[in-house]
């Protein structure tokens, strides 16, 4: 199990839904052809390393940002400005992530080292305004951004729909399915590095310092600069996880790559998956993004029948741009009831 | 807790003065720049009542952090509501609002105030019962608890009165402006900064000066002493709580009276100028608040009449000033 790092799933329920999870994602062209179900696959795949990196930070180090979507976006933005600017090459893509990923990061420094000397929750809050000023700053910016109608862009040809490869198993291969190859096989990768960074000594000394910071310090760890570190990691996964979906979508704007909601939304899927363990990342995320996709159609519906049978404040509260509300409800009863999350479930009725 | 506090005759704390004089270095170093007085002292003077009403909010928020070590990302959703209460209240007292006495004016503008002000107490009262309590002294928890109660407030809001701005102004006797020779000042606004100078003032005196506020700064030091001595703390503690929430809810009502709307959407933005207020200020402290909401309204006018596209960052760039200079803020609690 030298690929996961020595940090094998424990029990057999989870061991049993992640084989689940990470089967259907690799065989998703094959087992679930359309266009909807496969876009909503890539999604589960960027939304496990992003909210993977972001449990590094919340449920290894003990530290809330609210900037992980920032980053995100920068990775977002690099590629697809590169890629809009440059035109559509390799080169493009390395050379736009490359500069998304060293932004982010250089910034998480910045940020780490501004806030984290004192208090941690002094970090959540800065991270909160740099995150919102980002926001209206990519708003504003349109000359370079494009601004709230954000950039559409294209790719190289390989990975576009009318690059065909012929059939497999009845199902047309073409460029898209080579794109979420790209997406998950990168996001695979990402995630087992991630795994290894929270089993390494340093990662063992981060839940040191979240358990006990002062007690971490006398130790002779250095709290700011392992947590400023973890910061730096955390930002440019989430910088990959943003590059790789700007290249999957075709387009960059503030409602996919920087809008608060996906911060919400990360922040559910770490909590609900269970923090402190990366399986929980991806189970969250897929548990996520599947229920965003159809349940929440489904209570659409049932906000309709509301509004028939002349219900207005029920059909209001059911209407589906209200599923944010239903999140925070969810989001809070997991951190009373079920502080580990899905995957605490699992492995506790082993 | 440290060994200065021990000592058998307390030395007088030490005031630093600089930190404090930090808007007045800023307004002269600005100065120049302006170029004609009059422009100046209109920026400056729209930037204190600005800031007056910026500290209404952020003090609710440094009180419950200082006082109860709680830091409530749901302050923010407090605001938002107090200004929808206060719309509730001021649209059926439209008459009184546009009538030409002065009293019914003062009238409906209070009442709506104080509806903000007392609701949004009663919703810090269920907000803390029912989330904060089982989080105390955690503040990973905390934050995330209060962020879950936010969105949920929040998005209640959008449900209830919908995504659209609600149009809301101040009754007839506050609008236009006063005039002395060319500098201008909107009476509205010198209105906010009676209201909260009137907050800062009453919440110094209640702090420092009552026996109420030395039970609950005796409680922040130790608080099984001051159980042991036959106190409820956990009363206090609620009370310190829902007078933050009804100092968010004034604020935000204050707030939309000055913007003319009202939107579920306030609390998020309001939420982070009040954040970096707190930061500027230091964590817990009332008086760094104060100057800290001062200092970044004085930017935000000056920096919007100077450099309108700087505008946006200027109160990014004065908390990163600020925090490298000094860490914790101008005015840390010590201790903590």
Known sequence: MNILSHDAPRGWRLRVVLVAVVTALALAPFLFPGAKAIGVAEKICVMALLAASYDLLLGYAGIVSFAHVMFF???????????????????????????????????????????????AIFFSMVTLAIAYAVNVLASQLSSITGGEDGRSFQIPDVLKPGFKLG???????????LAYYLVFFVCAALFLALLRIVNSPFGRVLQAIRENPFRAEALGYQTVVHRTLATCLSAAGAAAAGALNAVWLRYVGPDTALSSSIQIDVLVIVVIGGMGTLYGAVIGAAFFVIAENYLQALIGKLSVSAGELALPLLAQVLHPDRWLMWLGLVFILAVYFAPTGIVGQLRAKD | MSAADTGAALPRAKIEWLPALTPLLVA???????????TFATLTLAGLAMGMMIFTMASGLTLAFGLMDVLNFGHGAFIAFGAYIATLVALPLTGWAQSDSLALNFAAFLLALAAAAAVSAVLGYAFERVLIVPAYGQHLKQILITIGGSIVIEQLLYALFGPAP?????????????????????????????????IFVGQLLVLN????????????????????????IDRLFIGVFMASAALAGLGGALWSFYRGQVQASMGAELLVLVFIVIIIGGLGSVGGCFIASILVALIANYAGFLAPKLALVSNILAMVLVLLWRPRGLYPLSGR
């Open chain 1, 73 to 119: 976006g920068m990775g977002s933005y690099g590629v697809g400005l590169a890629l809009y600017g440059l035109g559509p090459s390799w080169g493009a893509i390395v050379l736009g992530a490359a500069a998304g990923l060293g932004l982010g990061t250089l910034l998480a420094l910045i940020i780490g080292l501004l806030s984290l000397r004192v208090q």
């Open chain 2, 166 to 198: 609600i149009p809301i102004s101040p009754p007839a006797a506050f609008r236009g402006s006063f005039t002395f020779g060319e500098i201008a000042l909107e009476k509205y606004r010198a209105l906010a900064m009676m209201v909260g100078l009137i």
């Open chain 1, 167 to 177: 059939e497999f198993v009845g199902v047309a291969v073409n460029g898209r399915t």
């Open chain 2, 28 to 38: 002269l170093l600005v100065a120049p720049f302006v170029g004609s007085f009059s």
């Open chain 2, 209 to 232: 000066r009552t026996k109420l506020g030395l039970l609950i700064r005796a409680g922040v030091e130790n608080r099984e002493m001051v159980e042991a001595l036959g106190y409820r």
